[in-house]
């Protein structure tokens, strides 16, 4: 992962633990279908940050190890998954990931493969994996189908313009998918999910969002006045309901 990378979320824990949105379940049963998980298989969680995704492996029984190379973000899932005595983290990254070889039946990335070193990550990856183990490369990505979803896309391309000038931490390594998995054939299986928002909590959902203006920076101000605007033209009872297609690319990494 680049030095960036590890740094660039430690502002943006707070906003990240409360207003990012967590994983259906469904995502877990297909990839407990497709790797053959029993109870006592082992998960990796790689770039597993503030505990999101290793949750609903967690909460459906399942013993999760992850790998997070930002302190804060590591310390913040710690908290919250105190209450799961199958989770442990450590200190490291997609293509370094200080874990033992040969033990896990799935590997897992969660909002996290944009930063991976291709190369590097995918031999890591199959160091780790278990023979026959699956990988998931998983996003909760924005559905724009909605005016509501709309205008919030088209305020995220206009302040996004300078921290993410040429778009690629937005396109998120997509083309970089199928390098990942290559020579193996991969899936793409879809699920909606969504939250619902009141105006401090879109605010805060859309300041998680590391390629957009944070507190202290020039142009927050501005952002929030024009996300105000956003929320009152479409709010219903005092919410909006902010929607997601979580997209799971996954399959088996050959040697």
Known sequence: MPANSTTRFSSRVANYVRFRPGYPPALVELLAREAGLTPAAAIADIGSGTGLL????????????GVEPNREMRQAGDQLLSAFPAF????????????????????????????????????????????????????NERYVETPFMRDVEALIDHYAAEMDSDGSIREAGRSRIPAFFAPSAFRLDEFPNSQRFGLEGLTGRIASCSFLPNAGDPRYDQMSRDLEAIFHRYENSGEVRFDYRTKVFHGRLGD
């Open 54 to 65: 290793a949750k609903v492996f967690l909460e459906a029984g399942y013993s999760v190890t």
């Open 88 to 139: 442990r983290s450590v200190e490291g990254a997609a293509e370094a990931t200080n874990l033992p070889g040969d033990t896990f039946r799935l590997a897992v990335a969660g909002q996290a493969f944009h930063w991976f070193d291709v190369p590097s990550a995918r031999a890591e990856w199959v160091r780790i994996l278990q023979p026959g183990g699956v990988a998931a490369l998983i996003w």
